[in-house]
């Protein structure tokens, strides 16, 4: 999935035990700051993510669950290791978006409210999931990402049987 077009701005940071860490708009070429296009990206990866994890649990009789937190802002990126050195990015925006998977509810996208703004003005459908604490953050108001545009979501235009 990561390597299709429409994924192009986003990069794979790294795997920690269960959790896939992945990231868009990290270079001058990937972020559109008017159009907030490596968001939407980033997003819609997220919903692909969900179809696709439907679709290999009604075909392998599993019941594998996905649990996804997104949030929006500047972080620092770099490689780190001398001997082993890894590409790895830091900063409050990725505590955050670590702070809505893990705080979050199984088969559903945790977003903060910063994303939020951006994909409801672009005809996203999101639900207000209300206040929750966050460790490190207080209170925070999220809401869950249910689908996409008409034309962009994941769910239509293609079935959900066959996501690929």
């Not at 959790?19 to 708009?25: E, L, P, Q, V």
């Not at 500047?74 to 955050?96: E, F, H, L, M, S």
């Not at 978006?97 to 979050?104: H, L, P, V």
Request: net charge positive; with cysteine.
């Amino acid at each position: 999935i990561l390597g299709e077009e429409q994924f192009s701005s986003l990069e794979k940071i790294k795997t920690i035990g269960s959790t896939y860490m992945a990231a868009s708009g990290l270079t001058e070429k990937t972020c559109d700051l008017d159009s907030k296009a490596h968001v939407l990206a980033l997003s819609n990866f997220a919903m692909r993510l969900m179809d696709q994890i439907q679709y290999i649990n009604e075909h392998s009789f599993n019941n594998f669950k996905l649990r996804i937190g997104l949030n929006v802002g500047v972080c620092v990126a770099g490689v780190i290791g001398a001997r082993k050195p890894q590409y790895d990015i830091w900063g409050n925006t990725v505590n955050v978006a670590s702070r809505m998977d893990s705080t979050g509810v199984p088969n559903r996208i945790q977003v903060t409210q910063d994303v939020y703004k951006i994909l409801s003005a672009k005809g996203y459908e999101l639900e207000c999931r209300g206040v929750i604490k966050v460790k490190g953050k207080g209170e925070m108001l999220t809401y869950f990402l249910n689908k996409g545009p008409a034309d962009l979501s994941p769910s239509s235009g293609r079935s959900r049987a066959n996501p690929s």
